[in-house]
């Protein structure tokens, strides 16, 4: 349930809002899709805010202190922080994802793999983890190497899904569904890593995208 106006503390939101400004612009956020020179310039629009609603709400003298504080500028929307971090740790996950055994079988494995069963256990996008970072390196795209610091989730899902290969059981399965040629098949594989991404112990808060209210 969202706060009424009149119920939020417009100076203890301004403070969190520089705070969160200055964090972002010196560690970056964790946000998977938006670079943190989008989200510097969205808390800067909280801040905008929270300036106006200290306005509407008190009198001049009753201003706090962090009022009068300077406006951070707007910055590049394509800023991104740790640059060279993270294209290091790029560098590093990169590696064990090449490394890895259970990638190694998918692959192998998947040759062996009617259509319907590669799209059922989504093969082609789990491979696409590995090809996805690759092709980040090459560009230099920094928001998404960084999704990749922490590369424990992608390996995971290579041995869930070397697992799930490697079972007859499972492919005995697959293959008594019944399928509709004409209808569109729907099998609810993301390439974009939504899967992986929704099970990381991240801080909530910096994964949801901030907007202006």
């Known amino acids: 349930m969202k706060k009424k106006y ?19 612009r010196d560690n970056g ?12 310039n969205l808390v ?7 300036r106006i609603m200290i ?12 009022y009068f504080r300077g406006m951070p500028p707007e910055v590049d929307s394509k800023y991104m922080a740790r640059p060279d971090e993270i294209r290091a740790n790029a560098a590093i996950a990169m590696q064990r994802i090449d490394e890895d055994e259970n ?6 494995q998947s040759r062996n793999l009617n259509e319907k069963q590669l799209n059922q256990l989504c093969v082609p996008a789990v491979i696409g983890y590995a090809e ?8 230099d795209d920094l928001v998404t190497m960084r999704r990749y ?7 995971e899902a290579f041995r869930s899904l070397a697992e799930k290969i490697g ?11 019944s399928y509709n040629d004409n209808d569109d098949e729907d099998y609810d594989c993301d390439e974009s890593e939504q899967t992986v991404l929704a099970a990381a112990p991240e801080k909530p808060q910096e994964y949801i995208q901030l907007t202006l209210f």
Do not use: C, K
């Not at 503390?9 to 972002?24: G, K, V």
């Not at 306005?55 to 962090?66: D, G, S, V």
């Open 44 to 50: 800067r629009n909280h801040i905008s805010f929270y």
């Open 103 to 108: 990638l190694d079988f998918i692959r192998e």
């Open 29 to 40: 956020a964790s946000d998977p899709f938006w670079a943190d020179g989008f989200n510097m």
């Open 6 to 24: 009149e119920d939020i503390d417009y100076r203890a939101e301004l403070e969190r809002s520089f705070e969160r400004w200055e964090y972002i």
């Open 55 to 66: 306005e509407r709400t008190m009198q001049p003298q009753e201003y706090p202190e962090i």
């Open 149 to 155: 610091e922490r590369p424990d989730h992608y390996l």
């Open 167 to 177: 079972s007859a059981e499972v492919l005995v399965r697959l293959e008594t569904i």
């Open 132 to 139: 996805n970072l690759r092709t980040a390196i090459a560009e």
